[in-house]
């Protein structure tokens, strides 16, 4: 099975940036389709945005279209969340997760989980 290990989250201030890794180990990441996730205090967690195995379909959360893009470099295990335009609401810890199939994004249909990086964003 796949290990997976998120990196690159911090403080930053509105209108910044952060780029988020998700590298995995065990299993090559090729084999699955990868989602970011994220979970607010008192809040349920939701998928953010997936992409497949080869890196030619996509998803995004509504909330995050235009400012986020989630991209995978096979050679190098790792899938990436480049996440522009960040706002107080994008607070938050963010997972990556993995699956075998098509991209999904219910949290249920994810195996495979990583322990979480915390992104704070301040006003």
């Known amino acids: 099975q796949v290990q997976l290990v998120e990196s690159g989250g911090g403080l930053v201030q509105a209108g910044g940036s952060l780029r988020l890794s998700c590298a995995a180990s065990?299993?090559?990441?090729?084999?699955?389709?990868t989602g970011w996730f994220r979970q607010a205090p008192r809040k349920e967690r939701d998928v953010v945005a997936a992409?497949?195995?080869?890196?030619?379909?996509?998803y995004y959360a509504d909330s995050v279209k235009g400012r986020f893009t989630i991209s995978r470099d096979n050679a190098k295990n790792t899938v990436y969340l480049q996440m522009n335009s960040l706002k107080p609401e994008d607070t938050a810890v963010y997972y990556c997760?993995?699956?075998?199939?098509?991209?999904?994004?219910?949290?249920?249909?994810?195996?495979?989980w990583g322990q979480g990086t915390q992104v704070t964003v301040s006003s």
């Open positions: 997760a993995a699956r075998y199939g098509a991209i999904a994004t219910p949290t249920t249909e994810y195996a495979y």
């Open positions: 992409i497949n195995w080869i890196g030619h379909s996509t």
């Open positions: 065990g299993r090559a990441l090729s084999s699955y389709v």
